[in-house]
């Protein structure tokens, strides 16, 4: 798995040559110094079936060692390093400067993914962008550059409630669009929703590689699972339990897990996965052992279907008969829906040029000018807005593209979709709280405009922050759909001015 600079990216040459993948997962803890961590890499990376190693960042929330020093001490070490970017904790600027280092360090493999909440933070992190954001500036930057950034991204098929569920796959839609090259599913042990996900993606001809996530699950680690923990990791009652009596052997469970393990790897090959990301473990004895038992059950996966059937009892399944109706449009949406016929609004979807736009225009380009005026306008529309949608004043208003809910309602700010850290439909921040996309779907849904929702939302410009987003709207100042202001790459470009 070693990739020589200037010579072909291991990961990426595997994958084109439609062999079945394998990758281990380096969790960078902090309880382990930094030559540990390495250690422990190059035992995984001796295994020979490991395309690549992927490095953590804020893994379960947790900080830990600097994924970029991990990722350049694993390629130091003739390996091939997928490295983990999470929108957490660092602003366009942060991330366009990480980018910019990978550039220079040749580590071409990243994983775009939102991140966990960090735990204990004394001041609410950092989201200045999110995961389709953050891959599709990286696919620019690739654009641009010629650096050939190989794009991990990441998917959840193992969401039991509709509209959750139904998000996700959406979101995944807009990832590959964005220029993801290929997506990691998150930990589950639910055979159906592995076949669900490449259903989803063959029904829409979406040949983008999927590496299913195979984890290592002992009985700790389980149980903390059933409640949630980490967010976006889910087992089920039955599978704590199963683990639960493993761990009561004479090997404390580790045969049963190893043998949990194999089978998911020969259900993903049967199924037509592009490979196994193999989390849970460090032990190359372990990883070895999953891959040759994997191997040798593959021609068996179908009868092993059973085996692996850990999902959600009452749970939504895509392609079982619904027992739900579709949802009904409700007072605001239709509302607003209305206006948006009738009136020169901003929310419209595709506006056109007519004598109301271009008068609306003159006058805010008149009000623009007299900042009392346009002061008071602005708190005029911040209170009525704040009343309805919650409100926070962004300046870049994007109500018409998600059915009438707020971005900045949720607290990641989240712009293209749900994170995967939602536990059955509810925020993984504030878990008393729904996710905020439930019900942008079911708005969406109940509209039939499903579509509309894959159209790419570009990061706010946060230097509108406290403006008019009518004024901004108007006078074409806002980042929106159609219309990015400024974004990662050139927040590169100005970092590499100021050098």
Not at 378 to 384: A, G, H, V
Request: glycine fraction near 8%.
């Amino acid at each position: 798995m070693s990739e020589p600079a200037g010579q072909a990216n291991a990961l990426a040459e595997r994958l084109q040559s439609r062999q079945f993948v394998y990758m281990a997962e380096l969790v960078a803890s902090a309880t382990k110094k930094e030559e540990e961590v390495l250690e422990v890499a190059a035992k995984m990376g001796a295994v020979p079936q490991i395309a690549a190693i992927g490095v953590t960042s804020y893994a379960g929330g947790a900080t830990g060692h600097d994924p970029v020093r991990i990722a350049a001490g694993v390629a130091s070490l003739g390996l091939t390093p997928n490295i983990h970017i999470t929108c957490v904790g660092q602003d366009r600027k942060g991330i366009a400067n990480t980018l910019a280092t990978l550039e220079s360090l040749r580590i071409h493999n990243t994983f775009c993914i939102s991140g966990d909440w960090p735990k204990n933070s004394p001041t609410p992190p950092v989201f200045d962008v999110d995961s389709v954001q953050l891959a599709g500036a990286v696919a620019e930057l690739r654009r641009k550059s010629g650096t050939p950034f190989h794009i991990s991204c990441a998917v959840s098929p193992f969401k039991y409630q509709r509209e959750d569920c139904l998000y996700q796959y959406l979101k995944l839609e807009k990832k590959i669009a964005a220029g993801a090259n290929m997506a990691i599913t998150q930990v589950g042990w639910d055979a159906k929703k592995f076949i669900e996900l490449k259903r989803y993606l063959d029904e829409r001809g979406l040949t983008t590689p999927i590496i299913g996530n195979v984890y290592v699950l002992g009985a700790k680690a389980a149980e903390r699972m059933g409640t949630g923990n980490p967010p976006g990791c889910w087992a089920s009652p039955e599978l704590v339990a199963a683990t639960a009596r493993d761990a009561a052997g004479p090997d404390k469970g580790l045969a049963a897990r190893l043998e949990r393990a194999a089978i998911a790897v020969a259900i993903l090959k049967g199924i037509g996965y592009a490979g196994a990301y193999i989390g849970g473990t460090h032990d190359p004895n372990h990883i070895a052992r999953i891959i040759e038992r994997g191997e040798e059950l593959a021609p068996r996966w179908k009868e092993l279907l059973p085996d692996l059937q850990f999902g959600r009892a009452g749970g939504f399944y895509l392609y079982d008969p619904p027992r739900e109706p579709k949802p009904a449009r409700t007072f605001l949406p239709m509302v607003l829906d209305a206006a948006a016929t009738a009136l020169p609004v901003p929310w419209v979807k595709q506006p056109q040029d007519t004598a109301g736009r271009r008068a609306l225009k003159s006058v805010f380009a008149w009000l623009d000018k007299r900042p009392a005026l346009s002061h008071a306008f602005e708190r005029f529309e911040y209170l009525s807005k704040k009343e309805i949608f919650g409100c926070q004043n962004c300046g870049n208003c994007v109500l018409g593209s998600m059915e009438y809910v707020c971005p900045q309602t949720c607290p990641k700010q989240m712009r293209n979709g749900p994170c995967g850290g939602t536990d059955h439909g509810q925020c993984e921040v504030i878990p008393e709280q729904p996710c905020i996309w439930v019900k942008v779907m079911e708005r969406a849904e109940a509209s039939n405009q499903i579509e509309s929702l894959k159209t790419f939302i570009p990061p706010p410009d946060r230097a509108l922050t406290g403006t008019a987003s009518w004024l901004n709207y108007y006078l074409e100042r806002d980042s929106r759909p159609g219309r990015p202001k400024k974004g990662i790459v050139e927040s590169q470009a100005a970092a590499d001015d100021a050098r």
